[in-house]
Antibody, heavy 119, light 107 residues
């Protein structure tokens, strides 16, 4: 079965960077896209962007351009999301999700990674 | 960016009730509309794609409809496990924005 397992919670200081991992199993990793979504405490869902595990193409939300980098390691079927220059309002749960196949609909989700930014 | 507006923001209902949640896009998105369910402390769960296509395993009491700018999610007979927050999302153009969510609570 499709599984996405994310790395554990992180605590970072303002200005630092965080790199969240998302290890996939149960399907051919390079056949699908991974999307990253975040959710601040008590707030709604925010789309950050996607990466094609096939060719590494990315599409980032303008809001995160210049601060986010999404990558994949096909040898380990793992996707990564790095966010730099962290601020307190980056405190959120970060989710990876796999599409259903060619339509960017997020059919399968990781369990989420809480990133706390605090001095 | 396309703005997605859900109504109501919250809704109280009883088991067995029929409820409808509305989602409106700021411009036409054809049928590129998806619905997700989220329970507290959990990742979202995908329910419906392309406005009305039910994901395998999702109960048939969930129905999606609409096209263009106006969409609805209807739950025909609420079950205890349906009390959650529901989000619509457009996948017409990036950024693939979400609605603000509708919290469905037990009356």
């Amino acid at each position: 079965q499709v599984q996405l397992v994310q790395s554990g919670a992180e605590v970072k200081k303002p200005g630092a960077s965080v790199k969240v991992s998302c290890k996939a199993s149960g399907y051919t990793f390079t056949s699908y896209t991974i999307t990253w979504v975040r959710q601040a405490p008590g707030q709604g869902l925010e789309w950050m962007g996607w990466i094609s595990a096939y060719n590494g193409n990315t599409n980032y939300a303008q809001k995160f351009q210049g601060r986010v980098t999404m990558t994949t390691d096909t040898s380990t079927s793992t996707a990564y999301m790095e966010l730099r220059s962290l601020r307190s309002d980056d405190t959120a749960a970060y989710y990876c999700a796999r599409d259903l196949g060619g339509n960017y609909v997020m059919g399968y989700w990781g369990q989420g990674t809480l990133v706390t930014v605090s001095s | 960016d396309i703005q997605m507006t859900q109504s109501p923001a919250s809704l109280s209902a009883s088991v067995g009730d029929r409820v409808t949640i509305t989602c409106r896009a700021s411009q036409s998105i054809s049928s590129y509309l998806n619905w997700y369910q989220q329970k507290p402390g959990k990742a979202p769960k995908f329910l419906i794609s392309a406005a009305s296509s039910l994901q395998s395993g999702v109960p048939s009491r969930f129905t999606g409809s609409g096209s263009g700018t106006d969409f609805t999610l209807t739950i025909s007979s609420l079950q205890p496990e349906d009390f959650a927050t529901y989000y619509c999302q457009q996948s017409y153009s990036t950024p693939y924005t979400f609605g603000q969510g509708t919290k469905l609570e037990i009356k």
